[in-house]
Nanobody
Framework: EVQLQASGGGLVQPGGSLRLSCAAP????????IAWFRQAPGKEREGVGC????????YYADSVKGRFTISSDSAKNTVYLQMINLKPEDTAVYYC????????????????????????WGQGTLVTVSS
């Protein structure tokens, strides 16, 4: 079981930017596919995007395409979620999740966008987009 630590949340104005981090102390994060999910109050947990452990390909939910970018830094053993042009509807607790399995375009849109596909989870970090 890999231990994940999500951080970087906070309060940002609409149109602003924020970068979240997902670290895995004691594990080689590049061995895992890493996904970002979010959960707004009263709503189900929603897949935001992921980066595959095989070739570092990234996949995104339609609601965030063009605004969110997932990247990884092997030297820092960290995966990032860069968010720009934030909207009030992006307000949620954001979680990172891991599974030691490749994610493809087909598997993301059919299986891996669902929380139950992922094995290990971080504790979540709150992002609030408000003026």
């Amino acid at each position: 079981e890999v231990q994940l630590q999500a951080s970087g949340g906070g309060l940002v104005q609409p149109g602003g930017s924020l970068r979240l981090s997902c670290a895995a102390p004691g594990f080689t994060i590049s061995d895992y596919s890493i996904a970002w999910f979010r959960q707004a109050p009263g709503k189900e947990r929603e897949g935001v995007g992921c980066i595959s452990n095989s070739d570092r390909s990234t996949y995104y939910a339609d609601s965030v395409k063009g605004r969110f970018t997932i990247s990884s830094d092997s030297a820092k053993n960290t995966v990032y979620l860069q968010m720009i042009n934030l909207k009030p509807e992006d307000t949620a607790v954001y979680y990172c999740a891991a599974r030691r399995r490749e994610v493809s375009n087909n598997s993301w849109y059919h299986k891996a966008f669902r929380p139950d596909w992922w094995y290990d989870w971080g504790q979540g970090t709150l992002v609030t987009v408000s003026s």
